[in-house]
């Protein structure tokens, strides 16, 4: 059987929100009635995900997400960190595991060695 599923109830509940399904690896952001996909952890981090605590996102049930509409796949030049970053991004954008996404909050804060 469906579970019904109060849809304008979620979309306003997880507005502007990172969520995931638990034991999946794909995490979206909740953006104008639509989710939206990371393409990759670089960009999640980019746009303030992180993986360690606090963690920013919430689980979601598949169900409710499944009837969320898709969007367009999230990129990092929409991140409001972008400005700070763009100048940096062929280094940036090889950073891509977890220890190193570290060195991105630096650049993001101005604290970077480039500055």
Excluded: C, H
């Excluded at 306003?12 to 996909?37: C, H, M, S, W």
């Amino acid at each position: 059987t469906d579970i019904p599923v109060d849809i304008a109830k979620f979309l306003t509940l997880y507005d502007n929100k990172f969520v995931k399904v638990k034991g999946e690896p794909a995490i979206y952001l909740i953006q104008n009635g639509k989710k939206r996909v990371f393409p990759d952890k670089l960009t999640f981090y980019i746009f303030g995900g992180r993986f360690g605590e606090p963690r920013l996102y919430e689980y979601v049930e598949r169900t409710m997400l499944d009837v969320v509409p898709s969007g367009d796949i999230l990129s990092a030049t929409e991140s409001p960190k972008w400005e700070q970053i763009k100048d940096e991004w062929d280094m940036v954008k090889v950073m891509t595991e977890p220890e190193n996404l570290e060195r991105i909050e630096d650049l993001i804060n101005n604290d970077s060695p480039f500055n």
